[in-house]
Structures are given as C-alpha cells and as structure tokens.
C-alpha cells in the first residue's frame, strides 16, 4: 500500500539555523515525491519534485530534498531558515496510478 | 503569480443551506480536482475532471456535486451543508491528468453554523 509519513508534526527552528523536514514514504514501484509548501491563507505551492536521476534535488528558495530509495525517505532541507519559510509543508508521493497520497504535512515556525 | 481563481475567499452558512464555489484556471491545463483540507490540515481529493469525464472519490457524499462549463472552470455546490462540511475547499490544476504537478488556488474557507 501506498502511504507517506511526516513524523513531525511541528518543527520549531531559530531564524538563520539550518533545516531538515522528515518524510518517509512506503510504495513498492518507482515513486514520484514532490513537497509543496502553504502558507497563511494561500493555496499549496510547488518546491520541488524528484522523478528520477540526482537524488538530490533543487527546488525554490533554497529549499532542496534528498531521495533514498534505501531508507525509503525524501527529506527536506535548507541550509538557512528566515521567518518568511514559516508555513506548513507537505509530501506528497503518486505512482503509476497517478493517484497523489499527501502527508500530514509539518508546521514549520521559524523564531525570530 | 496566482493562475488558478477560487472565489469566495470565505463563506458562512447554516446547516441545510446550499452553497456554490467557483474555480477558473487560466493555465490551459485538461485536469481540474477539488481537495479538502479539514481543520488539522489533511487533504483528502474530492473530485478530478478531465476531459469531461469525472472521477469521483468514492467516500464523497451525495450532496456534493462538480460542476464545469468547460475545462477552464470546475465549480463546487454543496446541496445541503452540514456542521462536517466546515473546511477549506482547495481547487487545482494540472497539465493533464497523469501529470502530477498540481498549481492549487487559494481556497475558499466554509464554516457551517
């Protein structure tokens, strides 16, 4: 069965620390995972997205990810948090069916 | 920049009223979908449209019912609202349906009293 985890359910960091956001993800094909980002009163928006080749992936404001087939993992990263990053982000993983399962997502409050 | 519309931004009602949200897509994308997002901020896919064919989540109730004049816009209409129906009502689009890059709308927010 298809299924994402995002064990932090709430990250607090302090403004200029670097970041990781968990996600671990069960699919026994080739996944496509994605994070997507909602802010305050705003619809979700695209960060990046991992199909195939470079585990690690760029995605905007630099944010990036890195996939591991052997931990079955895609974890968020960013070197240097500002306040404006405060928000919930989630991950998201589709397979063949091209069915999306999103995780719970994890609030991220960034203190100043 | 927002490409996708979702209209109202909020909207309050009382239990068995019918409500009517509006979403446009001005991206040229085939596939439309209606998420759910509840108070602790779980999505759960309502609908998807595409290419005048709509597939349904099956644990949808009857009450609601997509909407589309064409393959820009996918509306929204509650027949009867209940206390649960309260949440954010999240329209998106993608290129086509097997494209999984959504752009979402803003969303508009519904609170039954």
């Known amino acids: 069965a298809q299924s994402v985890t995002q064990p932090d359910a709430r990250v607090t960091v302090s403004e200029g620390a670097s970041l990781q956001l968990r996600c671990k993800y069960s699919?026994?094909?080739?996944?496509?995972l994605f994070w997507y980002v909602q802010y305050p009163r705003q619809g979700l928006q695209l960060l990046l997205k991992?199909?195939?080749?470079?585990?690690v992936v760029q995605g905007v404001n630099g944010f990036e990810a890195e996939f591991s087939k052997s931990n079955s993992s895609f974890h968020l990263r960013k070197a240097s948090v500002h306040w404006s990053d405060s928000a919930v982000y989630f991950c998201?993983?589709?397979?063949?069916?091209?069915?999306?399962?999103f995780g719970l997502g994890t609030t991220l409050q960034v203190q100043p | 920049e927002t490409a996708v519309f979702q209209t109202p931004n909020y909207h309050v009602t009382q239990v068995g009223n019918e409500v009517s949200f509006n979403c446009k897509q001005t991206?040229?994308?085939?596939?439309m979908y209606w998420y759910k997002q509840d108070s602790k901020k779980l999505l759960k896919i309502m609908f998807s449209?595409?290419?005048?064919?709509?597939?349904v989540n099956e644990t949808v109730p009857r009450r609601f019912s997509p909407q589309s004049s064409d393959k820009a816009h996918l509306n929204l209409r509650i027949k009867s609202v209940e206390p649960e129906d309260s949440a954010v009502y999240l329209c998106?689009?993608?290129?086509?349906?097997?494209?999984?890059?959504?752009?979402f709308g803003a969303g508009t927010r519904l609170s039954v009293l």
């Open positions: 991992y199909y195939s080749g470079d585990p």
């Open positions: 699919y026994s094909g080739t996944p496509y």
């Open positions: 449209y595409n290419n005048k064919q709509l597939i």
């Open positions: 998201v993983l589709t397979g063949n069916t091209g069915k999306l399962i």
């Open positions: 998106a689009s993608s290129i086509r349906l097997s494209q999984n890059t959504l752009y």
């Open positions: 991206l040229g994308h085939d596939t």
